[in-house]
């Protein structure tokens, strides 16, 4: 029952809507307006994720992806060649995820269309994903009604089902040196930067077995997750 004409036609008009990470407003309302148009009871809140919810029976199941791709993603161009969708090579394809959105669209215009039961539907399409999960983590959980659910964000055989995702652990070093002039003293100072580099000379870097990685980097300031400037506060689209 799935279209798969449809489905391709809407996935294309989704990557053609530029939604940066914290530049998701106008793929944001245009997916509150779809909802809204499919009668789902639609929301967006404080930081910007899009909440709809499909009234059913029986446990409410959650359905969940995230509208912002990397970039570059302004201007996409999609080609479409012996069945495989890619970019003209100018930017990235957006597919991570507006794939999984176009296909939660494509779910519930089936059950709609052909009034299938179903249980209560939640969908959750959230911003910020990219830049380290700021939508999922400022998403009121205690107002979903739904405990169990399937992210729509994974490659792979189609049908498989990936119960566990990557961690990631960060440690902040700070190394403390001793001042001395450089010209009159220089062997009362210790340069803070020769014992750093020294210890990150006998660190094990890079693949450090099947599982796991790791580098040193600097850390990045004032890029902590945060709502859209023009977003302060909980708006709902409308209301069933």
């Not at 009121?140 to 498989?160: E, F, H």
């Amino acid at each position: 029952m799935i279209k798969s004409d449809r489905l391709l036609e809407l996935f294309l008009e989704l990557v053609r809507i530029e939604s940066p990470s914290r530049e998701e407003a106008v793929i944001g309302k245009h997916l509150a307006e779809r909802f809204t148009a499919m009668g789902l009871d639609t929301e967006i809140d404080a930081i910007g994720n899009v909440i709809a919810r499909l009234d059913g029976q029986g446990e409410a199941f959650m359905l969940a992806a995230h509208m912002d791709t990397v970039t570059p993603c302004q201007g996409v161009v999609p080609v479409v060649e012996n069945g495989i969708i890619r970019s003209d090579g100018t930017t990235v394809l957006g597919g991570d995820d507006k794939a999984g959105v176009a296909i939660i669209l494509e779910v519930l215009q089936v059950i709609l269309a052909n009034d299938l039961a179903h249980l209560p539907i939640e969908v959750v399409i959230t911003v910020q994903e990219e830049i380290g999960l700021c939508g999922a983590k400022a998403l009121d959980t205690a107002r979903l009604q739904a405990k169990v659910g399937i992210s729509l964000d994974a490659g792979g055989v189609p049908g498989s089902i990936i119960v566990s995702a990557p961690s990631h652990n960060q440690m902040t070093a700070l190394v403390h040196g001793k001042a001395a002039h450089a010209g009159a003293c220089p062997e009362e100072g210790v340069s803070a930067i020769v014992i750093a580099a020294e210890a990150i000379a006998q660190m094990p870097l890079g693949r450090i077995d099947e599982e796991t990685t790791a580098n040193i980097g600097t850390r990045l300031h004032g890029q902590p997750c945060r709502a859209p400037r023009q977003t302060t506060s909980s708006s709902r689209v409308s209301t069933r």
